[in-house]
């Protein structure tokens, strides 16, 4: 009987001495941790900052200020003159659904009509994109605190993502009017009804009955969206684009 006590207790003295030396493995690891890991210093959502962080104000006026900076520089690249037909990234090209007008019009010895076809096209997005500086800019000017962290702390195109979800429908509706007028004064429309009627008397073929406006429009706005993220990507991953200290100070925190 007292043997088989001994063995018990002996048991849990082991227990007890294995115990202890857990705490202390796990104490230094503790301690190990805190000395490598950084400190974190960004701002949270609710307002609370850590040594030299930023505060809610500034986070955002550096941002609206970045946001600003590329989306005039993008629209302002858009507007002119080839902004969309040079631009490989944007250039809007002959419409898809109707891509076999274009192909059985060249076979035909019809290619420089429909090469300044796609020109007028573009012509049309050029002259659009002019109009599309302010309806970005009001945008910026309604961002909430929750909108400027989730931007500062999302993906390197989280700030387009935003323009996207709240410009898209405003930019749609101002930009048909002005893109149908802007394809009729340099000649699209025009071309592209000459085109497409040619093609439709052709026998045998299927008519074609793209609707011009809608696609120039939606081509027009997926091009913008795309020079804003570039020059978004620019200002989060090149230091040399943070034009200013506070620019430096919101997006050179790493």
Known sequence: M?????LVLHALLLGLQLS????????????????????????????????????????????????????????????KQDGFYLNRLIRIPFPADAQRVA???????????????ELTLNRGAEDAAKSAKPIFLAAIKSLTFKDVWGILTGEKDAATNYLK???????TTAFRPIIQQS?????????YTDLTTRYNRIPLVTPVQTDLNQYATGKAIDGLFTLVAQEEANIRENPVARTTDLLKRVFGRK
């Open 103 to 117: 192909n059985t019009l060249r076979s035909i010895g019809l290619g420089s009509q429909v090469d300044r076809f």
């Open 20 to 79: 202890a030396s857990a705490q202390i493995k796990l104490s230094k690891l503790g301690d190990i941790l805190k000395t490598t890991l950084p400190k974190t210093t960004t701002t949270s959502p609710s307002g609370s900052t850590g040594t030299g962080s930023l505060t809610q104000q500034e986070a955002a006026q550096g941002l609206r200020e970045a946001l600003s900076q590329g989306i005039s520089k993008g629209t302002d690249q858009a507007s």
């Open 165 to 171: 979800r709240t410009t898209t429908e405003q930019l």
């Open 2 to 6: 007292n043997y088989r006590r001994l």
């Open 183 to 191: 394809l009729d004064k340099v000649g699209a429309t025009k071309y």
